[in-house]
């Protein structure tokens, strides 16, 4: 099914959801991302629903009371589930009938939601009421290396001579990530462990990492899915793609640095991912596609498995990322949380088809709710930087904070916090929510 712009993406359209016609709301009519909630203080399941201004579309519910029908009713059905998997699986016939369905009973005029008596709690409640989860079961992780900019930034610091490596132009780069410690925005991240090689010891020791960073991403979630031992198509390859989130992926420098050599990442990630709870489907982020980030003179075209031929006009996307920091002492001082960064997705320089594409290319079995990180999304310039590794040039150059503390890579008690949104003349500003997450102190036997 070819994603193209309709009547969901239409700026002049509004909701009778009067928060969602606010200018800066990130849950418009026009977006309508899914995610998994609970009402606060029940024992009900999680299950899916849809985001609009500062209410929760309960899908379910909706389809319980009549209020969906046909291919959006069956597709609803699966969105009772407590994860989003079911729903991932379906395809994009069933998440475009749902989603325009949602759309038709949110438009402004439209009272069928409101005709039921305890629509506010039932229907549609309050997002300040509701619990957010993670919105899928995870089967596997998978981190991608698609800046160039912060792969040039990140290798200087490591190998001056060479910053990027010959195959990183062929080939999409990535790792494999741990998928069980995943989670949603909110939950607090430990310091971790590990094994350090201080500069000056000549043996390595295990401790506390004292260079713990953020990184700013996108995370893509998969559709459909393929069989093992089968390949995608980078023409179909959009339609393998079910929506995207912010995505930050922890990491501790000093035990990458010891340990990265000669397999790659480790236990310097593997201790935790936040994702925003969130998903932007690709369906509402039609209005913001664009040709992927032009290649420097003297770069190869990609190979004919990874080249978008004529839909390469519209096979990026152009997301903006702010990446935030609040410490102790600000909170304590109501100081808001100072901007680190500003990245755009429109500078990476693999698009999300071709990871998922290469991934697929030597038969491996991708599944529904399967999650694609972007890797760090940096720029040319010094506030397009996705990470304090970037901003500090290793630590060796601290940020100064509004408070006046100074930080070279994250204290216990700091507060990282992602957002996300998207814009484009004639179209409604979207976004992404937020993706937080807070510093916890090591474990004691650290």
């Not at 899908?59 to 009549?66: E, I, L, N, Q, Y």
């Amino acid at each position: 099914m070819s994603r193209t712009i309709d009547e969901t993406h239409d700026a002049s359209r509004q909701s009778w959801v009067e928060s969602a016609n606010r200018p800066g709301c990130d849950f418009p009519l026009q977006n309508l991302p899914f995610g998994i909630f609970r009402r606060q203080g029940t024992n009900e399941s999680p299950h899916g629903g849809v985001a609009i201004g500062d209410r929760i579309v309960d899908v379910a519910a909706c389809r319980d009371v009549g209020l969906l029908s046909g291919a959006a009713e069956a597709a609803a059905e699966a969105c009772a589930d407590p994860t989003l998997n079911r729903f991932m699986g379906l395809g994009t016939d069933a998440w475009s009938a749902l989603r325009r369905a949602v759309w038709r009973l949110l438009l402004d005029g439209d009272e069928r939601i409101r005709a039921h008596a305890d629509w506010g709690t039932r229907l549609a409640p309050e997002m300040n009421t509701a619990e957010l989860f993670r919105p899928a079961t995870i089967g596997d992780f998978t981190d991608f290396f698609s800046s160039l900019h912060h792969a040039t930034n990140a290798g200087r610091l490591f190998r001056p001579d060479q910053p990027v490596l010959p195959n990183y132009k062929h080939v999409p780069i990535a790792y494999h990530g741990r998928a069980s410690s995943v989670v949603v925005s909110g939950t607090s991240i430990r310091r971790p462990g590990g094994q350090t090689l201080a500069a000056d010891a000549g043996q390595p020791a295990f401790g506390p990492t004292r260079a713990l960073d953020y990184e700013a991403e996108l995370g893509f979630f998969v559709g459909p899915g393929n069989a093992l031992g089968t390949t995608r198509r980078i023409g179909d390859a959009d339609d393998g793609l079910f929506g995207m989130c912010l995505l930050n992926d922890w990491s501790a420098r000093d035990i990458q640095k010891w340990e990265a050599q000669p397999l790659g990442p480790f236990l310097a990630k593997s201790f935790a991912t936040s994702i925003s709870p969130w998903i932007v489907t690709f369906e509402a982020l039609v209005p913001y596609r664009i040709p992927p980030s032009a290649r420097p003179d003297g770069d190869p075209a990609p190979l004919a498995y990874l080249d978008h031929g004529p839909a390469t006009g519209r096979a990026g996307v152009d997301v903006r990322i702010d990446a935030f920091l609040s410490t102790p002492e600000m909170r304590a001082n109501g100081i808001a949380p100072a901007r680190l960064s500003r990245g755009r997705s429109a500078e990476l320089y693999w698009t999300p088809g071709q990871l998922l594409t290469h991934h697929a290319s030597n038969g491996c079995d991708m599944r529904p709710g399967d999650l694609l990180g972007s890797g760090t999304v940096s720029g040319p310039k010094r506030e397009n930087e996705g990470c304090l590794l970037e901003l500090t040039r290793g630590g060796r150059e601290p940020v100064t904070l509004p408070s006046g503390e100074t930080r070279r890579f994250l204290t216990d008690g700091d507060e990282v916090i992602l957002e996300g949104h998207c814009e484009a003349d004639g179209f409604a500003r979207i976004g992404f929510g937020e993706c937080r997450g807070r510093i916890l102190p090591a474990q004691g036997n650290n």
